[in-house]
């Protein structure tokens, strides 16, 4: 209950039909659900608060002593109660109260509305009932010469408790003096008052006994309130909404008046029954010795059967008497004839009865005629209640409710009373309709609900609950969750957690059997969600159950042939980490030796010949260079990782040192080159390599396929730090409908337009993803026959000029150095083929080169020699370059020592280490000489 003792509002209890209310100890409503909104005719929220005396009156009139009975009341007890609505209409409910249960220190008690549905023409039903049961009564008392305190004392009891009268009194008329006075009273809770000798003899009369003695009518007040002849304080005091008084007389002559005063408006039963109350007491004061000195003349038979035919007719429910050796059907009263739809009934016999009016069962299966309850109550003296059904004549199909029992005569008899059930029974139908489809509904969801109490222990399930378990309902509800999750210890964990901890669990691809014991395993995903009381007390926990069983197995199949994925990517890395080193080490010593040779040719006399033959041969280890460049690096982006290796450099010197080559290039073919640089900042900081990767390839291929005409090279790098390279060349152009496949891998291998000799088509699908992969991008417009144009933007961190200034582009840094002052190199490589013709390039173009063909002999060297810088390979017999590296930077003399990884094996996973351990670059296997020589150039200068 929340802080204003009030219950929250439940989404399932207001979806219910049954009007629910919930009253605390002092009868307080704290709860009503929408139904009992409904019901009552107040809106939403109306009810909570108010007190159950303020919303019905019982039927004996006395809230006090059920309310008394309440708290203490273990088992529900049913009543019947007025309901008084805002509207002014009274409404009769069926009140269940249920048993008490303790919340918060305070004791609340769960209530059930249901409007009667007895219709209109039933509800003198009750009267009848009630009349014959005093009828009973008093024969039983009184015996056969009853005097007149008992009969008095008996209907005034019987007016008190049996029909909630608040008042009950009966005036007697003095023969003598013709005056009224008080002979008989009672009120609830209190004995009947019977003293006809000291009657009341007052001259003023209430109203109601001076009304009905001047009209010898009966009298009623249905709002005493608003009537201004009574009393205020007697109406307040007895809490009084209605009264009613009728005249008491026999043959036409009056002996008295029957009063009756009602805390809420008079049913028709009870108006019925003081009809018959006061014919019996009238009958009473002509059968008994009246005290007042006078015997009345006994009313005579015909008199009396006139009286009780009078009241039978009026009474609104059917009934049939049946009398005699030879049983006959004596009586039956009009409500039975209009039940029956037959109007023109005469006494017949109770064979012809039976003919005359054929019945069914429920079901639609006739009934003989030794079964009906007419028969049985008759020849077998029993008492039956049967519900049948009953087709009139007009076709119009009607369920009776039967009550048959022995009617005692001297030649025997049987009564029946006849009670239209049709609505009733159609409610029901169509309340057992709507509950077969809720609960077909519920069955058919595809999850599966269950509910544990506070005991862990099942206590409901839908139908999805139990087939995707796999067992009956029997088996799941009662179960305790140790007897569900015996083979499941951490469901069991989970279910007990939410229940005692309130901790909500979610456990996907739980494995189960469906019988204890079983090989058949599926799996399912189970939601335990804690359920609480509105002040967070727990009540138990509620379970949602999904098979994911497919789900699961394809789970498991897409996790397998992702790990066969990984497994085979990691293969393929350690193929290609080996492959590289193998492949790229005779590429690179061909690269070298056609350089050496080609160089060697230049300082001996020319001989054309050799000259071509070194010409072709450069060329062609330069294609399988490139080749072998871009398939390794195709490999490196399949595995979705590419590190940055971002340094500080002049942008205008990198532009000289990477363009150079390119130009001599292009002047061999008689091509107009020239590039331009529009900027204010002349350093930056970027990834130096892959910059000239993308540069060298966009201007590489305008060479390749321009025959004729210019090539023109435009960067500029704005503020905003957008570096960006435009390429336009005057060459063939490509056509339209290819522009979306020049990206493509190995698009010039598919394009029969270019020479296939010219490149194999990766360079550009290289240089989109070197793009893309720093968060640029890279755009193309060409036509056919009029050029092309290739435009890459990168990002960059423009930086201010470092102190001090470089030496021009023209002036090499090694131009000046004499023979003593030539940097000194230490070439670590263990294949001769290339650490020989390396060796050589290196001294011819100015350094000063010592050789180790291993790690061990270099650590050597290091320790009695420490040179400029180291070029070191990776991967070398008795210890590797990492190692070597790991111990140059262990040393403090040689800590700072610029190293330059030459290597066949950069994949990413060895260039993070290799950046973890300090190295002052990399290059990549084949080596291009021109541009080893450039980032030599460049660690020169950063070293001084």
């Given at each position: 209950?929340?802080?204003?003792?009030?219950?929250?509002r439940?989404?399932?209890?207001?979806?219910?039909?049954?009007?629910?209310?919930?009253?605390?100890?002092?009868?307080?409503?704290?709860?009503?659900?929408r139904?009992?909104?409904?019901?009552?005719?107040?809106?939403?929220?109306?009810?909570?608060?108010?007190?159950?005396?303020?919303?019905?009156?019982?039927?004996d009139g006395?809230?006090?002593?059920?309310?008394?009975?309440i708290?203490v009341?273990?088992?529900?007890?049913?009543?019947?109660?007025?309901?008084?609505?805002?509207?002014?209409?009274?409404?009769?409910?069926?009140c269940?109260?249920?048993?008490?249960?303790?919340?918060?220190?305070?004791?609340?008690?769960v209530?059930?509305?249901?409007?009667?549905?007895?219709?209109?023409?039933?509800?003198?039903?009750?009267?009848?009932?009630?009349?014959?049961?005093?009828?009973?009564?008093?024969?039983?008392?009184?015996?056969s010469?009853?005097?007149?305190?008992?009969v008095?004392?008996?209907?005034?009891?019987?007016?008190?408790?049996?029909f909630?009268?608040?008042?009950?009194?009966?005036w007697?008329m003095?023969?003598?003096?013709?005056?009224?006075?008080l002979?008989?009273?009672?009120?609830?809770?209190?004995?009947?008052?019977?003293?006809?000798?000291?009657?009341?003899?007052?001259?003023?009369?209430?109203?109601?006994?001076?009304?009905?003695?001047?009209?010898?009518?009966?009298?009623?007040?249905?709002?005493?309130?608003?009537?201004?002849?009574?009393?205020r304080?007697?109406?307040?005091?007895?809490?009084?909404?209605?009264?009613?008084?009728?005249?008491?007389?026999?043959?036409?002559e009056?002996?008295?008046?029957?009063?009756?005063?009602?805390?809420?408006?008079?049913s028709?039963?009870?108006?019925?029954?003081?009809?018959g109350?006061?014919?019996?007491?009238?009958?009473?004061?002509?059968?008994?010795?009246?005290?007042?000195?006078?015997?009345?003349?006994r009313?005579?038979?015909?008199?009396e059967?006139?009286r009780?035919?009078?009241?039978?007719?009026?009474?609104?429910?059917?009934?049939?008497?049946?009398?005699?050796?030879?049983?006959?059907?004596?009586?039956?009263?009009p409500?039975?004839r209009?039940m029956?739809?037959?109007?023109?009934?005469?006494?017949?016999?109770?064979q012809?009865y039976?003919?005359?009016?054929?019945?069914?069962?429920?079901?639609?299966?006739?009934?003989?005629?030794?079964?009906?309850?007419?028969?049985?109550?008759?020849y077998?003296?029993?008492?039956?209640?049967?519900?049948?059904?009953?087709?009139?004549?007009?076709?119009?199909?009607?369920?009776?409710?039967?009550?048959?029992?022995?009617?005692p005569?001297?030649?025997?008899?049987?009564?029946?009373?006849?009670?239209?059930?049709?609505?009733?029974?159609?409610?029901?139908?169509?309340l057992?309709?709507r509950?077969?489809?809720?609960?077909?509904?519920l069955?058919?969801?595809?999850v599966?609900?269950?509910?544990?109490?506070l005991?862990?222990?099942?206590?409901?399930c839908?139908g999805?609950?139990?087939?995707?378990?796999?067992?009956?309902?029997s088996?799941?509800?009662?179960?305790?969750a140790?007897?569900?999750?015996?083979?499941?210890?951490?469901?069991l964990?989970?279910?007990?957690?939410?229940?005692?901890?309130?901790?909500?669990?979610?456990?996907?691809?739980?494995?189960?059997?469906?019988?204890?014991?079983?090989?058949?395993?599926?799996?399912?995903?189970w939601?335990?969600?804690?359920?609480?009381?509105?002040?967070?007390?727990?009540?138990?926990?509620?379970?949602?159950?999904?098979?994911?069983?497919?789900?699961?197995r394809?789970?498991?199949?897409?996790?397998?042939?992702?790990?066969d994925?990984e497994r085979s990517?990691?293969?393929?890395s350690?193929?290609?980490?080996?492959?590289?080193h193998?492949?790229r080490?005779?590429v690179?010593?061909?690269n070298?030796?056609?350089?050496?040779?080609a160089?060697?040719?230049?300082?001996?006399?020319?001989?054309?010949?050799?000259?071509?033959?070194?010409?072709?041969?450069?060329?062609?280890?330069?294609?399988l260079?490139?080749?072998?460049?871009?398939?390794?690096?195709?490999?490196?982006?399949?595995?979705?990782?590419?590190?940055?290796?971002?340094?500080?450099?002049?942008?205008?010197?990198?532009?000289?040192?990477?363009l150079?080559?390119?130009?001599?290039?292009?002047?061999?073919?008689?091509l107009?080159?020239?590039?331009?640089?529009?900027?204010?900042?002349?350093?930056?900081?970027a990834?130096?390599?892959?910059?000239?990767?993308?540069?060298?390839?966009?201007?590489?291929?305008?060479?390749?396929?321009t025959?004729?005409?210019?090539?023109?090279?435009?960067?500029?790098?704005?503020?905003?730090?957008?570096?960006?390279?435009?390429?336009?060349?005057?060459?063939?152009?490509?056509?339209e409908?290819q522009?979306?496949?020049?990206?493509?891998?190995?698009?010039?291998?598919?394009?029969?337009?270019?020479?296939?000799?010219?490149?194999?088509?990766?360079?550009?699908?290289?240089?989109?993803r070197?793009?893309?992969?720093?968060?640029?991008?890279?755009?193309?417009?060409?036509?056919?026959?009029s050029?092309?144009?290739?435009?890459?933007?990168f990002?960059?961190?423009?930086?201010?000029?470092?102190?001090?200034?470089?030496a021009?582009?023209?002036?090499?840094?090694?131009?000046?150095?004499?023979?003593?002052?030539?940097?000194?190199?230490?070439?670590v490589?263990d294949?001769?083929?290339?650490?020989?013709p390396?060796?050589?390039?290196?001294?011819?173009?100015?350094?000063?080169?010592m050789?180790?063909c291993?790690?061990?002999?270099?650590?050597?060297?290091?320790?009695?020699?420490?040179?400029?810088?180291?070029?070191?390979?990776?991967?070398?017999?008795?210890?590797?370059?990492?190692?070597?590296?790991?111990?140059?930077?262990?040393?403090?003399?040689?800590?700072?020592?610029?190293?330059?990884?030459?290597?066949?094996?950069?994949?990413?996973?060895?260039s993070?280490?290799?950046?973890?351990?300090g190295?002052?670059?990399?290059?990549?296997?084949p080596?291009?000489?021109?541009?080893?020589?450039?980032?030599?150039?460049?660690?020169?200068?950063?070293?001084?």
């Amino acid at each position: 209950m929340n802080a204003s003792g009030v219950i929250a509002r439940n989404p399932i209890l207001d979806a219910l039909c049954d009007a629910i209310i919930v009253i605390d100890q002092n009868e307080r409503i704290v709860f009503a659900n929408r139904s009992a909104e409904q019901t009552t005719g107040r809106p939403q929220g109306s009810l909570t608060r108010m007190f159950l005396r303020e919303l019905l009156s019982w039927s004996d009139g006395s809230q006090q002593s059920h309310s008394l009975e309440i708290s203490v009341r273990e088992q529900s007890f049913c009543f019947q109660a007025t309901l008084a609505r805002p509207d002014g209409t009274n409404l009769k409910l069926d009140c269940e109260i249920g048993s008490t249960f303790r919340e918060a220190d305070n004791d609340l008690t769960v209530m059930t509305l249901r409007p009667s549905v007895e219709s209109a023409k039933g509800q003198g039903r009750a009267a009848l009932l009630d009349y014959l049961r005093m009828t009973t009564r008093l024969t039983d008392r009184l015996g056969s010469r009853p005097s007149l305190e008992l009969v008095l004392s008996t209907a005034i009891d019987t007016l008190i408790q049996d029909f909630g009268a608040a008042i009950a009194r009966v005036w007697l008329m003095d023969p003598v003096s013709q005056e009224y006075r008080l002979a008989a009273s009672g009120v609830p809770g209190d004995s009947v008052e019977i003293d006809p000798e000291s009657i009341d003899t007052t001259s003023e009369l209430p109203p109601e006994i001076i009304e009905v003695a001047r009209s010898g009518m009966h009298f009623l007040v249905e709002d005493l309130q608003a009537d201004q002849r009574f009393d205020r304080d007697w109406i307040a005091r007895h809490r009084l909404g209605s009264l009613i008084a009728l005249p008491l007389s026999v043959a036409g002559e009056r002996h008295g008046i029957l009063v009756a005063a009602m805390r809420s408006e008079p049913s028709d039963e009870c108006l019925d029954a003081l009809l018959g109350f006061s014919s019996i007491i009238s009958a009473s004061l002509n059968d008994v010795q009246l005290l007042f000195g006078e015997l009345s003349a006994r009313v005579d038979a015909e008199a009396e059967h006139r009286r009780f035919q009078s009241i039978v007719d009026l009474i609104p429910i059917g009934v049939v008497l049946v009398t005699g050796p030879n049983p006959r059907v004596t009586l039956i009263n009009p409500a039975c004839r209009e039940m029956l739809g037959k109007d023109d009934l005469a006494p017949m016999s109770l064979q012809q009865y039976s003919r005359l009016f054929p019945v069914q069962t429920l079901d639609g299966s006739p009934i003989a005629e030794f079964n009906r309850p007419l028969w049985r109550a008759f020849y077998r003296a029993e008492e039956v209640r049967e519900t049948i059904r009953y087709i009139r004549p007009d076709g119009v199909e009607r369920i009776f409710e039967v009550i048959a029992h022995p009617f005692p005569t001297i030649d025997g008899g049987a009564i029946a009373t006849y009670h239209d059930m049709t609505e009733r029974s159609e409610l029901q139908s169509d309340l057992a309709m709507r509950a077969a489809q809720l609960k077909a509904l519920l069955d058919h969801l595809p999850v599966g609900v269950a509910y544990f109490d506070l005991d862990c222990q099942c206590r409901a399930c839908n139908g999805p609950a139990w087939r995707i378990l796999g067992r009956s309902r029997s088996q799941i509800i009662g179960a305790s969750a140790a007897e569900l999750f015996a083979d499941s210890p951490d469901l069991l964990s989970a279910v007990r957690r939410c229940v005692a901890d309130l901790e909500p669990h979610v456990q996907i691809n739980a494995p189960w059997t469906e019988s204890a014991g079983g090989e058949s395993i599926r799996y399912l995903e189970w939601r335990f969600e804690p359920l609480l009381t509105s002040n967070r007390e727990p009540i138990g926990a509620l379970a949602l159950i999904g098979d994911v069983t497919a789900r699961k197995r394809t789970a498991d199949a897409m996790q397998k042939a992702k790990d066969d994925a990984e497994r085979s990517a990691r293969n393929k890395s350690r193929f290609l980490s080996a492959i590289s080193h193998d492949l790229r080490t005779p590429v690179n010593a061909l690269n070298l030796l056609a350089e050496t040779l080609a160089r060697r040719l230049g300082e001996l006399p020319q001989d054309d010949e050799l000259n071509q033959l070194s010409s072709y041969l450069k060329r062609a280890s330069g294609n399988l260079a490139e080749l072998v460049n871009d398939l390794l690096d195709l490999t490196c982006f399949d595995s979705g990782v590419i590190n940055q290796y971002q340094v500080e450099f002049p942008i205008e010197e990198w532009l000289d040192s990477t363009l150079g080559p390119m130009q001599l290039a292009a002047e061999e073919k008689h091509l107009a080159f020239s590039w331009d640089f529009e900027g204010t900042t002349r350093w930056v900081r970027a990834d130096r390599v892959k910059l000239g990767r993308v540069l060298s390839n966009l201007v590489g291929n305008a060479i390749k396929f321009t025959e004729t005409g210019y090539i023109r090279v435009l960067v500029s790098l704005p503020p905003d730090g957008r570096l960006q390279f435009s390429v336009e060349d005057s060459g063939p152009g490509i056509p339209e409908t290819q522009l979306g496949q020049i990206f493509d891998e190995f698009a010039q291998l598919r394009n029969p337009e270019r020479d296939r000799s010219k490149g194999t088509g990766l360079g550009l699908a290289i240089c989109r993803r070197l793009v893309e992969a720093v968060g640029g991008r890279m755009e193309v417009s060409s036509n056919s026959g009029s050029g092309s144009r290739f435009v890459s933007v990168f990002p960059v961190t423009p930086l201010p000029c470092p102190p001090g200034s470089f030496a021009s582009s023209d002036q090499h840094p090694l131009a000046e150095k004499d023979l003593g002052d030539r940097p000194r190199v230490l070439l670590v490589e263990d294949d001769e083929t290339t650490r020989l013709p390396m060796s050589h390039l290196l001294e011819l173009s100015g350094f000063d080169v010592m050789t180790a063909c291993d790690g061990p002999e270099a650590l050597e060297l290091l320790a009695r020699e420490r040179p400029t810088m180291v070029l070191l390979d990776l991967m070398m017999p008795r210890m590797d370059g990492i190692e070597v590296l790991q111990r140059i930077r262990g040393d403090d003399h040689l800590a700072n020592l610029p190293v330059l990884i030459l290597s066949g094996d950069v994949l990413d996973e060895r260039s993070q280490q290799l950046q973890a351990l300090g190295v002052s670059g990399t290059l990549a296997k084949p080596i291009d000489f021109d541009r080893l020589l450039a980032v030599l150039e460049d660690l020169l200068v950063q070293s001084t």
